[in-house]
T-cell receptor, first 114, second 111 residues
């Protein structure tokens, strides 16, 4: 069966510090991968998605970046965090086939920038 | 751009009352999915509707997809405390197969 791992679960970082969140998927190959951010009490904002190694699409311009160094690994990074980067970050994957885009989410990382 | 509007943002109900959330897309969708996010948790897939006019039921939950494949609803009959959470719809775009998310409806059970 497929599983998705995302870590850490919580993170407190000072303004201006770097960020690296990692997500890995097991039990499937060639998944679509996604990074979402959810502000407190709000909906899901798609940040990045990837349909393959090294292929990253950005939905919202900001000081975050994403990379996909391996087929089932997706990394969210920042060189310098801002206060506004606080939020709940969710990694998700879906099958590549066009008729089955159900998203499977990781447990999420609650980031607080202080 | 393509948008999915979801209303209401919040709904307070007494336990045992019904709950409904509605989604409306600016464009025709390939399918629509519904997710539930418990407080402090991550979204979990509930169901996918594909066909025009489709209705699906899961126990006390009834999901509908409109004839034009642009709107959808989730209705919960006789809510229970376990239903608490935020319900999201997500429509699949016909142009790029990406999910377009509604803002969610938070179900709150009054004490």
């Amino acid at each position: 069966s497929q599983t998705i791992h995302q870590w850490p679960a919580t993170l407190v970082q000072p303004v201006g510090s770097p960020l690296s969140l990692e997500c890995t998927v097991e039990g499937t190959s060639n998944p679509n991968l996604y990074w979402y951010r959810q502000a407190a009490g709000r909906g899901l904002q798609l940040l990045f998605y990837s349909v393959g190694i090294g292929q990253i699409s950005s939905e919202v311009p900001q000081n975050l970046s994403a990379s996909r160094p391996q087929d089932r690994q997706f990394i969210l990074s920042s060189k310098k965090l801002l206060l506004s980067d606080s939020g709940f970050y969710l990694c998700a994957w879906s099958h590549r086939t066009v008729m089955n885009t159900e998203a499977f989410f990781g447990q999420g990382t609650r980031l607080t920038v202080v | 751009g393509q948008q999915v509007m979801q209303i209401p943002q919040y709904q307070h109900v007494q336990e045992g009352e019904d709950f409904t959330t509605y989604c409306n897309s600016s464009t025709t969708l390939s399918n629509i999915q519904w997710y539930k996010q418990r407080p402090g948790g991550h979204p979990v897939f509930l169901i996918q509707l594909v066909k025009s006019g489709e209705v699906k039921k899961q126990k006390r939950l009834t999901f509908q997809f409109g004839e034009a494949k642009k709107n959808s609803s989730l209705h919960i009959t006789a809510t229970q405390t376990t239903d608490v959470g935020t319900y999201f719809c997500a429509g699949e775009s016909r142009s790029n197969y990406q999910l377009i998310w509604g803002a969610g409806t938070k179900l709150i059970i009054k004490p």
